[in-house]
Structure formats: structure tokens, C-alpha cells
């Protein structure tokens, strides 16, 4: 299955300041994720919420997968020191 990726407006606002070079790999990897979805089961972040994760060197991008739309949505991408604070 080929999933569609969407990003919130606050995570397009956000990755603007990432340096050049690890924001080609930020895009790398949002770009497999819509074709190559990791085991959900692997990925799933703890808790009650619909978060999952997946890492980027020292960067962390959070998403939630929307089955029956066939939709990853980016909720989040920053540094791993301070990406779980604040989770929506």
C-alpha cells in the first residue's frame, strides 16, 4: 500500500531552521515512509495516544497513520533532547 503523507502547518513552520544537511535526511525519510511503512507495532510510541515515531540521526519525527484514508500524518519533527515535551 501507498500511503499519502500530510504535515501539520506547525511542522512545515518548524523544519525551516533544521541545518540543510539533516533536513535532506528528515525529507529522505518521510519520503519512505509513504511507500516502506515500518512495523506499526515497532514504531508505536507508549501510552494511550495514536503517535508513532521513527528517528533521523539526532531528529525525531513523531506521525500518526490514518488507515482508511490511507494517510500518514507528520505531527512533529525536532531534535530528540526536546521533541516528547508538548506532544499535542
Excluded at 528528515?26 to 501510552?47: A, C, E, Q, Y
Aim: net charge positive.
Amino acid at each position: 500500500m501507498i500511503f499519502s503523507i500530510e504535515f501539520r502547518p506547525s511542522v512545515l513552520k518548524s523544519i525551516r531552521r533544521f541545518p540543510k544537511r539533516d533536513l535532506i535526511r528528515i525529507k529522505k525519510k518521510i519520503d519512505d515512509l509513504g511507500t516502506n511503512l515500518p512495523d506499526p507495532v515497532t514504531t508505536k510510541m507508549k501510552g494511550k495516544n495514536p503517535f508513532h515515531k521513527i528517528r533521523s540521526v539526532n531528529y525525531r519525527i513523531i506521525y500518526e497513520i490514518h488507515d482508511d484514508r490511507l494517510v500518514i500524518l507528520v505531527v512533529k519533527v525536532g531534535h530528540r533532547k526536546d521533541i516528547y515535551k508538548n506532544l499535542p
